[in-house]
């Protein structure tokens, strides 16, 4: 993504004073490879359908403030430089200071003619003038005013109440544009009178999916009194997928970047491969004749192929008690990770979600308090599938974000913000005991609040599964027949029966061990937890998750 320029504060007072987080570019630990020959993939630009982008990370600081936002570090405004030679801004970026300097927004190219105009004037969006913060000196916010027919796709930042030159920026024409909304929370002044309140937030295009042609800027928008004017991502009218890539550059965009995932020492219930799953006993029922389960084939070409839910068929362990035991355990040693890729935002970033499965999900367990608690059969469910996802930039192959899969939900970081792996480009990920959520780093994840939640614990141990070494490329749609799908992704029934219990009785159970002064909050906490969480039911397959074709959550 090309380097960044840093800025080392000034020294006045002869002290040594302590560098911000943003005064630091953050890089991969490792120098990228050279990626395998293909069409589009990494070439640098990417061609809208007569608009050309480029990423630009290479930034000249323009106005910090010092407080407010994430960790009251303040944020911190850039304008692009060092962009390519026909190229020119269309918006501004800007970023909490708690972090490295990390991120980047597109540049244009008028290819088709007209595309690309100048504003006819600008309008001030908020100046910190009246904000009684630390900061450096004044800053100005502007929003370019485009002609009729056109839209704006970035704001301009100043250090100075004079408008900007028109010259500085363009606007782009209607039809290359898509709505966009607001992504992550930047900053914000709580101090601030309520007539100069404003929170800065990251954008994204509303509409996000493999099919979606809404294209990231990585610019911002300002939420406040004096901020009506709304902006807008572009749009990748061509959408020819040239730029996705190719078979080659997969497998070396996975042995660059995949996961090695840490599992809990004392995790009882480890992952395998789908097939040794079947291989070792795994059985298919159907509704009216669950006395006569049928064994799976290696493959699962014998499972029902699409369809719906509709309760007629589900998966689960083998009857025999000491075969049902074993693969409750699993088996580290086969254990495969699915690879999904898919475009996303535009063909602008390819989307590699890896899927891992595990025959069993273990029981929650509570922490109330200073008291722990298993929590009886709550939790427990055949078949666990995990995953997390990868974003790669399609102009540089340089990897963006990740996402962690936790439970019925998840988050995004930036690359900036994950662990790597021994100096390598590699991902860290934790698996939760019992659960197998997935967190960037290792420690205690309360789901809950006030002390009181089910506990995700995590752990750097010696029990790890390298998702770079064994693993398949499931599906890449938009190769067509150049990856063959398994047949088991197809099945679109739970991989686990619906498993029967009084779930009040199992919270009486634990309410025993509370002293009563903690029993009512532990009630409420329990009222307000998700579904999932109580397991009763075994999950869908990978395909059948809202994350296949859209966006993560």
Request: charged fraction near 20%.
């Amino acid at each position: 993504m090309g380097n960044c320029l840093s800025f080392p504060s000034t020294n006045l007072s002869k002290k040594v004073e302590q560098v911000s987080p943003i005064q630091t570019v953050f890089k991969l630990p490792s120098p990228l490879p050279i990626w395998p020959a293909g069409e589009g993939f990494a070439n640098g630009s990417i061609d809208l359908g007569g608009l050309e982008v480029c990423q630009v990370s290479s930034f000249a600081k323009i106005w910090a403030t010092h407080e407010g936002g994430i960790d009251n570090l303040g944020v911190t405004f850039f304008e692009p430089s060092q962009i390519l030679d026909g190229f020119i801004m269309l918006g501004c970026y800007s970023q909490p200071s708690n972090k490295s300097q990390f991120g980047w927004v597109l540049a244009g190219k008028d290819v088709a003619g007209e595309v690309l105009r100048t504003p006819v004037d600008y309008t001030l969006v908020w100046s910190s003038e009246s904000v009684k913060i630390k900061q450096d000196g004044n800053g100005y916010i502007w929003y370019p005013v485009p002609p009729e027919g056109y839209k704006s796709v970035g704001l301009m930042v100043t250090n100075s109440p004079e408008k900007p030159r028109l010259d500085k920026i363009r606007v782009v024409r209607a039809d290359f544009t898509e709505e966009c909304e607001k992504d992550t929370w930047i900053w914000g002044d709580d101090k601030a009178a309520q007539s100069s309140k404003v929170n800065i937030y990251a954008l994204r295009p509303k509409t996000r999916g493999t099919q979606a042609h809404g294209v990231c800027m990585g610019t911002f928008q300002v939420d406040g009194a004096a901020s009506a004017l709304s902006l807008s991502c572009l749009k990748n009218k061509q959408f020819s997928l040239s730029h996705m890539p190719n078979l080659d550059q997969i497998k070396s965009i996975t042995q660059t970047y995949s996961p090695l995932i840490y599992l809990h020492p004392d995790e009882p219930f480890l992952p395998s491969s789908v097939s040794w799953f079947f291989n070792n006993g795994a059985l298919l029922y159907k509704q009216g004749e669950e006395s006569d389960p049928v064994r799976i084939d290696s493959t699962g070409s014998n499972l029902p192929q699409g369809g719906s839910n509709d309760g007629m068929y589900w998966l689960d362990l083998p009857i025999d008690g000491a075969a049902k035991g074993k693969v409750k355990k699993g088996d580290l040693q086969s254990s495969n990770a699915y690879f999904h890729v898919k475009p996303m935002l535009g063909a602008t970033f390819t989307d590699i979600s890896i899927w891992v499965f595990y025959p069993f999900n273990g029981a929650a367990r509570a922490k109330v308090k200073f008291i722990n608690i298993p929590l009886g059969k709550i939790g427990e469910h055949v078949g666990d599938w995990e995953h997390m996802t990868l974003r790669v930039s399609n102009f540089s192959g340089e990897l963006w974000r990740v996402y962690y899969s936790e439970h019925s939900g998840g988050s995004w970081l930036n690359a900036s913000e994950v662990e790597f792996v021994s100096g390598k480009n590699k991902v860290a990920a934790y698996s939760s005991l019992h659960g197998h959520a997935f967190y960037a780093r290792p420690g205690l994840v309360l789901q809950g609040n006030n002390d009181i939640g089910i506990r995700n614990d995590t752990s750097k141990s010696k029990i790890m599964m390298d998702t770079g070494e064994r693993f398949e490329l499931v599906s890449a749609e938009y190769l067509g027949s150049m990856v063959a799908e398994p047949p088991w992704l197809n099945f679109n029934r739970p991989w686990g029966p619906k498993i029967n219990y009084d779930t009040r009785e199992e919270l009486k159970n634990v309410e025993k061990l509370l002293p009563g002064n903690l029993k009512t909050q532990f009630e409420k906490f329990v009222n307000g937890l998700p579904n999932e969480v109580f397991g009763e039911e075994g999950p869908l397959g990978p395909k059948m998750k809202n994350s296949w074709n859209g966006d993560e959550v």
